[in-house]
């Protein structure tokens, strides 16, 4: 079955460039979206259609994709920017698929 | 501003059926624009969607739960429902409902915690 792939955790310092990668290989004719999920809450669209930032959502949060990845991109990582994040696409049927999540740790 | 709140039992046995409620408010089920749809996640484990709805009463489920999964609409008291049938411990989880635009999910409720238990 198709899966979309993550690293299970990415450590940065506060400032630095954290960059999270969601490996599908569909992901060349699908959209990628990612998710933002603190401990205790729901999660929260911070990039639609591979590179689209929702209002509301910092510019530090940026996305790109090629090939079969895609990639969220938070430049100058701050501390409250800790969570785990979630890439998300369509399957070959249009059926939703979440990846296994990413724990970004900024200390 | 369109919100989505889960409602429903926190403790369900095994083999029984798990029955929630999303109810909308700030804005109407009958939308042209979106679908509606139920995700789950386990405790401290992944996001995995269930299945979603139309206004209309059409519906998809995911493959690996299809077969104990039905999703309903009643557009009269703006909320769509979830039932899953023959649960087990596997099944607790937090339920999250949500708004789907397109091809995704932009809106989501707070989530309810079901527990599996005898």
């Known amino acids: 079955s198709y899966e979309l792939t993550q690293p299970p955790s990415v450590s940065v310092s506060p400032g630095q460039t954290a960059r999270i990668t969601c490996s599908g290989d569909a992901l060349p004719k699908k959209y990628a979206y990612w998710y933002q999920q603190k401990s205790g809450q729901a999660p929260v669209l911070v990039i639609y259609?591979?590179?689209k930032r929702p209002s509301g959502i910092p510019e530090r949060f940026s996305g790109s994709s090629s090939g079969t990845m895609a990639t969220l991109t938070i430049s100058g990582a701050q501390v409250e920017d800790e969570a785990d994040y979630y890439c998300y696409s369509t399957d070959s049927s249009g059926n939703p698929l979440f990846g296994g999540g990413t724990k970004l740790t900024v200390l | 501003q369109l919100q989505l709140q889960e409602s429903g039992p926190g403790l369900v046995k095994p083999s029984e059926t798990l029955s929630l409620t999303c109810t909308v408010s700030g804005g109407s089920i009958s939308s042209s624009s979106y679908y509606w749809g139920w995700i789950r996640q386990p405790p401290g484990k992944g996001l995995e969607w269930i299945g979603s709805?139309?206004?209309?009463?059409?519906?998809y489920y995911n493959p690996s739960l299809k077969s104990r999964v039905t999703i309903s609409v009643d557009t009269s008291k703006n909320q769509f429902s979830l039932k899953l049938s023959s649960v087990t411990a596997a099944d607790t989880a937090v339920y999250y409902c949500a708004r789907l635009v397109v091809r995704y999910f932009d809106l989501w409720g707070r989530g309810t915690l079901v527990t599996v238990s005898s």
């Open positions: 709805i139309y206004y209309s009463g059409s519906t």
């Open positions: 259609e591979d590179s």
